[in-house]
């Protein structure tokens, strides 16, 4: 599993992330071929590389057609990870 020393809920409201960084955003279709992956294995490297260094935030959004099976089995994929 992931950790990257930041706990995030989602949020419907408003909030703004405590940081002067801008985020790391990423908005796509839940399928492998976008490689989301590699995004939070990354993000974690940084992390592990520089615990002295505030990282940005990271924003993982997207949607995913419940009718199409590697949409769904990814989806459920990025969620355990």
Do not use: C, M, W
Not at 29 to 48: P, V
Not at 60 to 67: C, L, Q
Request: hydrophobic share 30%.
């Amino acid at each position: 599993a992931l950790d990257t020393k930041t706990t995030t809920t989602p949020s419907t409201s408003n909030e703004q992330p405590k940081t002067s960084q801008s985020p790391i955003v990423s908005l796509n279709r839940f399928e492998r071929k976008k490689n989301i992956l590699l995004l939070l294995y990354a993000y974690q490297y940084l992390a592990e590389e520089h615990p002295d260094q505030e990282l940005p935030p990271l924003i993982i959004a997207g949607g995913y057609d419940t009718k199409n099976v590697e949409n769904v089995e990814h989806r459920a994929e990025l969620q355990r990870v």
